[in-house]
């Protein structure tokens, strides 16, 4: 069965640093370009970053850019997603799936993992 499962989330200051980790199984992750997506409260989900199948290519919202660094290690079916010098606005539910700027349809959404900055 497809599964994607998020974790690393928590609660930290204005300032600090998470490392969310995601862990794909039921499909080859290495031949999908795959994104982190958030859900601010009472908001649709947004795409965050992405990463293409091979780590060459890496695309950032305006907001994370310089901030956040995607990454990938396939032959673990992990994604990653470094979070620095977080704020108020990176709070939020996490979720990775496949590009959906790539496909038509994405896999089914993991549970998510929180992210809550504040003092």
């Known amino acids: 069965q497809v599964q994607l499962v998020e974790s690393g989330g928590g609660l930290v200051q204005p300032g600090g640093s998470l490392r969310l980790s995601c862990a794909a199984s039921?499909?080859?992750?290495?031949?999908?370009?795959m994104s982190w997506y958030r859900q601010h409260r009472g908001k649709e989900r947004e795409l965050v970053a992405s990463?293409?199948?091979?780590?060459?290519?890496?695309i950032y919202e305006d907001s994370v850019q310089g901030r956040f660094t995607i990454s990938r290690e396939n032959a673990a079916q992990m994604v990653y997603l470094q979070m620095t010098n977080l704020n108020a606005d990176d709070t939020a539910l996490y979720f990775c799936?496949?590009?959906?700027?790539?496909?038509?349809?994405?896999?089914?959404w993991g549970p998510g993992t929180q992210v809550i900055v504040s003092s």
């Open positions: 990463i293409s199948s091979g780590s060459i290519n890496k």
């Open positions: 799936n496949i590009d959906s700027r790539t496909y038509g349809s994405l896999k089914p």
């Open positions: 039921g499909f080859a992750l290495s031949t999908y370009t």
